[in-house]
């Protein structure tokens, strides 16, 4: 089956965006910026209130449970938002929601209470769930379907630049005002004392969490006022997407290409997450140096990781992203084996680069998994959504894998997943998506 071509869209193949969607689009680019700012901005929280609050590691660890739990737990309640209000409606309440959770930081601030700062981070990573659940297909949705994967692949290419910044935020202006004291020192300590230090602490996490809140709600108020030019409506009437939710579930079971997608995306987000997490256990294990030396290693991955994603976005123009995926994901097997059997700091090399296969995955596989969903594509995207809660789960195994075996071979983890991923590609080549009669850029922008 193929799509007919609709008379205003002739030109479709030469065209990145539709006409009046520049400021949408630019807008929706710096979202996509501000969720990858918030979530490296918190990972050094679990050292932070490990510090704060002399928990032990599991205690402090709620911050990454709280955080990809709420990307998981809120995914498909936004898919119900994008069909009532659409996806411009869907990041609306997504930044509304993630910059309520970045004000709460400041009454959590001043009862210094660690579960309240739990529920602040929770409601905060609960709107970047909606936010990204929505943001992605409407990426999409602002341009031809036949260039879909790559314009989402230019936007997510600005998630590392947030990335990079919060580590810089987090560096800067939170674990330098952390106190040194260990538990056994604020034992010692005077409770006027324990209270003064851990407050000032606190208000060094609070003011960047405001700061964050404060960019959400410029970005939600310059959407909301921001006007989408209308697209000829197949499937927009919100009713409509509403009567095929009958049946939902086993249509996107059935269909393979989608719920192996689901699947892929679990194992890039599970690779992501365990190089990044363990690559400072890596580097002193293995080569002897410091945290923060180590830590050294963890930022240049994340510069790796931002031009790969420019690159990728440059070179998927002239090469299929299914091809280039199986590629990379092949490197990356070859990569982590090497970084498995060295152990040294060939190895730790070899981790840093890993950055660059995975660079692409996230939004190539959404974007092929999407394919020819049509009405179906809001729901699908929250279940891409959800598969994100492979960060919270194989990191687990990984660490299992350290404390028995040995850093440099817990990255089997990683080379497992490398191999389903480029398999997937494999299977996305032999299945193409099947295109609807109707024009499939309609489908997909009918709803903006």
Known sequence: MTATPHPTDRTSSVRYLYPGMLAPFILLVTCFAAWGLAGNMTDPLVSVFGSVFSMSAFQSSLVQFAYYGAY???ALPAAFINAKLGYKGGVLVGLALAAAGGFLFFPAAKIMTYGIFILALFTLASGLSILETSANPYMMAMGPAHNATRRLNFAQSFNPVGSNIGVFLAATFILPYVNPATAEDRAAMSEAELLSTRSDELQAVMGPYLALACLYVILLIGIAVTKVPPRRAIVSDAKAGIVREKGLFMRLLRNKRYSLGVGAQFCNVAAQTCIWTYTIHYCTDHLGVTKAEAGTWLQVSLIVFLVGRFAMVAIMGK?????????????????????????????????????????????????????????????????????????????LIQGKLIDVTSAAFSYVVVFVCFVLIAAYGFYAIKNPAVVPDKDEDDVIVSDL
């Open 72 to 74: 998981f737990a809120l």
């Open 319 to 395: 090469i299929d992203s299914r091809l280039l995926m199986i590629a990379m994901c092949s490197l990356g097997a070859i990569l982590t084996c090497t970084a498995m059997v060295t152990a040294n700091v060939v190895g730790a090399v070899c981790l840093v680069l890993l950055s660059a296969c995975i660079s692409l995955l996230f939004p190539t596989i959404y974007g092929i998994a999407l394919g020819g969903l049509g009405d179906d594509t809001k729901f699908g995207s929250a279940g891409l959504v959800m598969a994100i809660v492979g960060g919270a789960i194989m990191p």
